[in-house]
């Protein structure tokens, strides 16, 4: 039992893995950038990370739902995030932008068990919401992994390993094995 984060740049694979483990009975927190995306596409929306004039406000309203959304988690049972609080941080970063005070000390203070920092796949892949291109994606992830370390949490790196089951049977081994 615990809530694990699923993290990495863009392409690392971590829907299909989120979308496995969610196949396997654990509970999921899927990504809030793509919820909100999705909400603005089939809305006409343009309320998207690559609006340069709405980037800040997409940014903020992301924070605000995946914030909401951890904090609503009660019950003691599995649940795997696809990216978490402590992410934003990262986007921030990728971008330019000073994160806010209060990110930072939100991201400090989840009870993470566990940080899995998945590595891009071999062949990159744009899709609707995934703009960054492959050098972007590799830096982002860099900055992903540094920002969790600097937070204090304990990343673990995951290489690509075929597929999303043989992923979550590595991640599930180290859990078990090292009681996290």
Known sequence: MGKYV??????????SLVDYLASQEYGI????????????????GDMVPWNPLRRLEFQEE????????ENSIVDDGTYFFDRAIPDNIAYHIF????PSDYLVDKSKNQ?????????QVPVYENSSFRKEDALAAKRLSSILGDVYRDLGYEVLDVCPMGS??????????IIKHNGI
């Open 6 to 15: 699923i993290t990495g740049g863009p392409c690392s694979g971590k829907t």
């Open 111 to 119: 009870d993470y068990d566990g940080v899995f920092l998945l590595g």
């Open 62 to 69: 992301l924070i605000t739902r995946q914030i909401h959304t």
């Open 95 to 98: 971008d330019g932008v000073r």
């Open 29 to 44: 927190v899927p990504e809030t950038a793509e919820v909100i995306i999705t909400e603005q596409l089939k809305s006409g």
């Open 164 to 173: 999303a089951k043989n992923r979550a049977e590595f991640i599930m081994e």
